[in-house]
């Protein structure tokens, strides 16, 4: 009896057309939302898929393992619900819906091989959030992302940025709180200081009449710089040399 009722809870809870149904909403902007979350749903429910026209879709906090390639079915779907599953990987088929705006898979099992390279296909999706995973790298397809406006990664396994992040114009929020990012080695970056190797002092009479100018201008610019620097600088005084007065105020201070 016990074995018959793990077995169950291992096979999840059954959804029927019926059920699917009645878990109809109409969203505040007029919107059809399917809504299975928190069902204890272990396998995708076929049934589902006579309700394919729906707009958005909430598989959220199941047990679900996979997603079958025929979520590609639900072609009109603008918001795709998936977090807090047991998913591995997500089906190359995702790419298929165009219409897709807002995709989460946060707080999944999902590892950089998880994640095909389709998901640079949904060129309209605006929201992604990929936080509270395993995820190593980003697919370089996901710099086709332009659309993009918020990303989460937070919680994952990134050693340093994505470089597909630079490629999203239109990215304003980025979430990678919690990786164990590296920082940046500093002796491999270039030099922003233009150095020469090399200096050369030639005579006046050697210089073109152009740089004999310029030099001339630079040495009066410099002069003149200098000499304001010596008008404007005060006196210090140290040790002995300084005035009594100096003196008499910070004995009095000492005593």
Not at 58 to 82: K, M
Not at 226 to 254: D, I, M, W, Y
Request: net charge positive.
């Amino acid at each position: 009896m016990v074995k018959g009722k793990q077995k169950a809870e291992s096979q999840g809870k059954k959804i029927t057309l019926k059920v699917a149904r009645n878990s109809l909403k109409m969203t505040v902007d007029g919107k059809r939302r399917l809504d299975l979350s928190n069902m204890q749903i272990a396998t995708f429910p076929r049934c589902i898929l006579k309700l394919a026209d729906v707009e958005e879709l909430d598989l959220s906090r199941n047990l679900l393992r996979r997603i079958p390639d025929s979520i590609s079915l639900f072609s009109n779907l603008r918001w795709l619900d998936l977090h807090s599953n047991q998913l591995e990987e997500v089906p190359e088929s995702i790419g298929r819906l165009h219409n897709l705006v807002y995709l989460n898979l946060a707080n999944n099992r999902l590892g950089s091989v998880g994640l095909p390279d389709e998901i640079g296909l949904l060129r309209g999706l605006r929201k992604l959030n990929l936080g509270l995973n395993r995820i190593e790298s980003l697919p370089p397809a996901m710099s086709a992302l332009r659309e993009l406006r918020e990303l989460g990664l937070f919680n994952n396994m990134l050693t340093r940025v994505p470089p597909c992040l630079r490629n999203m114009p239109k990215l304003g929020r980025v979430n990678m709180q919690s990786n164990p990012i590296r920082p940046p080695d500093r002796s491999k970056e270039p030099d922003p200081i233009q150095r020469s190797r090399c200096m050369y002092l030639v005579q006046e009479d050697c210089l073109c009449g152009a740089c004999l100018k310029q030099s001339v201008e630079w040495r009066l610019w410099l002069d003149k710089r200098r000499s304001e620097c010596l008008h404007h600088r005060k006196p210090r005084f140290t040790g002995l040399l300084t005035p009594n007065s100096v003196v008499l105020q910070n004995q009095a201070l000492l005593r």
